[in-house]
């Protein structure tokens, strides 16, 4: 069957969002961790949230399939109570969510990082407790670098491939996104211009996704802005 | 005599030197003199809260708020801490880090140390001045326990500088708040008629 371009384009961007989304906290609370505390094994996790980054996607993607699969009780387990993961959207998501965590958690990294911690210091001496201050000093000065993690995050799952393939299949309509619908396209006799469709609509999201992280960087270092007049 | 506002024993290490601090006070003020890197500043963040490097003991209005075993954290101290360089919060107005601790009484302050026309301004939109005035009224306006300033009218000209000192010293003279001065300007020091402890070869010293 032809692979129909506007269900991919639909799929990929319901699949990066919901990746995006479901792991903010995640993300945010892992980035804070990282660059604010000092303790025994943060050199382990900083390392184990990259590993994505370094290992083949299709690796990744049967790590998820042994982990989350049918013949896994946590695998056997989601299915029972209604979200089975192998070729599922679930699984899909799963695949971008994990793919895309590294870029996601460093670029918020980055931003807690750039925060002076002395403005979390005077905080805390007015009075506020660690958990005001993260949502009244550290998180609003992050909150552009928090969109610009959101942006690559999202970026980064619309094209997934490697882990999508494995863990959720290329199936039309359920699990067909971008770049599973490009792959199948390359072997269809008629899809030439569902290709090119697709190769524009990839290229115009990537660009919007990059001109707006570029965007929210500038945001950032101006939010931070102190600097004598 | 009264009993001390300020009991400390202590060893701050400053790189590979170290700064000891065996000295109580019940002085309304003390003011810390001493040369650039002399440990003034860790002093103040130590007794702050935000340094916790120190080894020794800290007993503050009656209370212990550093010793075997006993860490009190900094939002229970609730010190008027002002940072040499005022570390205003770039994303909030003037009013806004005035009142980061509470509002009351915001207007009284901002007027004492002439900010009232600059509430509305961002702290990137101030003179380095301005700034130092915002941060004192942000501490001030906290209903410190004690304040712990670092130079804090260093960006100010020699007849403002006066005036304020003034004002500050009366406004805590007023609340009985004590205060802990650091400068590098012993003019400071006259309208709170500080005691003068004086930071010397990693040691500090009354006089």
């Not at chain 1, 269900?7 to 969002?17: H, I, K, M, Q």
């Not at chain 1, 900083?46 to 896994?72: D, F, I, K, N, Y």
């Not at chain 2, 805590?172 to 930071?199: G, K, M, N, Q």
């Amino acid at each position: 069957m032809t692979p129909d371009p506007w269900s991919a384009v639909g799929l990929s961007v319901v699949v990066g969002a919901a990746s995006t989304v479901a792991t903010l906290p995640v993300a945010v609370a892992t980035a804070w961790v990282l660059a604010r505390k000092r303790f025994f094994g943060r050199s382990v996790l900083s390392a184990l949230v990259l590993t994505p980054l370094v290992l083949p996607p299709v690796v990744t993607g049967l790590l998820l399939l042994t982990l989350l699969g049918r013949a896994s009780p946590v695998g056997r387990w989601l299915e029972a109570v209604g979200w089975p993961v192998p070729f599922s959207l679930t699984g899909a998501t799963i695949a971008a969510a994990v793919v895309g965590f590294p870029l996601y958690v460093s670029a918020i990294r980055g931003a807690f990082e750039a925060v002076d911690p002395r403005l979390e210091e005077v905080s805390a001496t007015l009075g506020a407790t660690p958990s005001r201050t993260f949502f009244r000093v550290t998180l609003p000065l992050a909150l552009p670098g928090v969109a610009g993690g959101m942006v690559l995050a999202f970026a980064r799952g619309l094209g997934e491939f490697g882990a999508t393939a494995v863990i959720a299949g290329n199936i039309e309509g359920r699990t067909r996104t971008i770049a599973l619908a490009v792959y199948a396209l390359l072997e269809a006799p008629d899809g030439k211009s569902a290709l090119t469709l697709l190769l524009v609509v990839s290229v115009g999201l990537s660009v919007i996704a990059l001109v707006g992280f570029e965007l929210l960087n500038r945001w950032q270092r101006r939010r931070l802005e102190l600097t004598d007049g | 005599m009264a009993e001390p506002w300020l009991d400390v024993a202590l060893r701050v290490p400053l790189g590979a030197l170290a700064l000891e601090v065996s000295l109580a006070t019940s002085a309304a003020a003390v003011g810390v003199v001493g040369p650039s890197g002399g440990g003034k500043t860790t002093l103040l963040r130590v007794l702050a809260g935000v340094e916790r490097r120190a080894a020794g003991t800290v007993k503050a209005l009656g209370v212990t708020w550093q010793g075997p075993g006993v860490f009190v954290a900094p939002w229970h101290r609730r010190v008027g801490w002002v940072p040499q360089d005022a570390a205003l919060f770039p994303h909030l107005s003037v009013r806004e880090n005035l009142a980061y601790a509470q509002a009351d009484g915001l207007d009284e302050v901002a007027e004492l140390l002439g900010v009232s026309a600059l509430l509305t301004r961002a702290p990137r939109n101030l003179s380095g001045g301005e700034r130092q005035r915002v941060a004192l009224g942000r501490a001030l306006l906290s209903r410190p326990t004690l304040l712990l300033l670092d130079e804090p009218f260093a960006a100010l000209d020699r007849s403002l500088r006066a005036r304020l000192a003034g004002q500050v010293a009366a406004w805590c003279a007023d609340r009985r708040i004590p205060t802990l001065l650091v400068t590098h300007d012993e003019r400071d020091l006259e309208p709170f008629s500080a005691e003068r402890w004086e930071i010397a070869d990693g040691r500090v010293r009354v006089g």
